[in-house]
């Protein structure tokens, strides 16, 4: 099984400033990663599919970037809807896993 | 566009099975899509359960396989989970979501909450 792991576990950041978040696998993925936003009582998001594309409406302060083992997810400028936990997944080899989320609190 | 709808009893027996179904609306679910089962206990991370096409292919996370069986229903463009000798661990709120191969997992469902306590 491929294993995600996602750092920071907590990332305190202010309104307006750039988070940087990573994501490693144990083994390649190739570009197979995506990164997904999941707010308190709500179901994920899509954000960010083969590593750097954009899921439909999101915005352009979320970049994606990466590819074999090393990932990251950048949100260029926070905004207060922003903050939420963020995760990443990888599809490879007919299983999916997700890493352990990185949370995104206001600092 | 594609919705997911979760529905199913929202408490089971300590050693009992949890079903769950998903009904699908506003796309088939015959198209080039998997259809999977996710789960998050409360306050916890996200866990693939497995997935399903409508050939009846399928693939299951291996922690969890022995216990899983997950079937489509074309007819009814919905798609099942049963997961059987639950306990406590197995609580949590499991999203049903389809899968688009190489395009991450877009649209999910709202979530049903399943506790499992005698």
């Known amino acids: 099984e491929i294993v995600m792991t996602q750092s920071p576990a907590t990332l305190s950041v202010s309104p307006g400033e750039r988070a940087t978040l990573s994501c490693r696998a144990s083994?390649?993925?190739?570009?197979?990663l995506a990164w997904y936003q999941q707010k308190p009582g709500q179901a994920p998001r899509l954000l960010i599919y083969?590593?750097?594309t954009r899921a439909t409406g999101i915005p352009a302060r979320f970049s994606g970037s990466g590819s074999g083992t090393e990932f990251t997810l950048t949100i260029s400028s926070l905004q207060s809807e922003d903050f939420a936990v963020y995760y990443c997944?990888?599809?490879?080899?007919?299983?999916?896993?997700f890493g352990q989320g990185t949370k995104v609190e206001i600092k | 566009q594609v919705q997911l709808q979760e529905s199913g009893p929202g408490l089971v027996k300590p050693s009992g099975t949890l079903s769950l179904t998903c009904a699908v609306s506003?796309?088939?679910?015959?198209?080039?899509?998997?259809w999977s089962w996710v789960r998050q206990p409360p306050g916890k991370g996200l866990e693939w359960i497995g997935e399903?096409?409508?050939?009846?292919?399928?693939n299951y996370n291996p922690s969890l396989k022995s216990r899983v069986t997950i079937s489509v229903d074309k007819s009814k463009n919905q798609f099942s989970l049963k997961l059987s000798s639950v306990t406590a661990a197995d609580t949590a709120v499991y999203y049903c979501?389809?899968?688009?191969?190489?395009?991450?997992?877009?649209?999910w469902g709202q979530g049903t909450l399943v506790t499992v306590s005698s």
């Open positions: 979501a389809r899968i688009r191969v190489g395009a991450g997992i877009s649209p």
């Open positions: 506003g796309g088939s679910i015959s198209s080039s899509n998997w």
């Open positions: 399903i096409y409508h050939s009846g292919s399928t």
């Open positions: 083994q390649s993925v190739s570009s197979n």
């Open positions: 083969g590593a750097s």
């Open positions: 997944q990888q599809y490879n080899n007919w299983s999916v896993t």
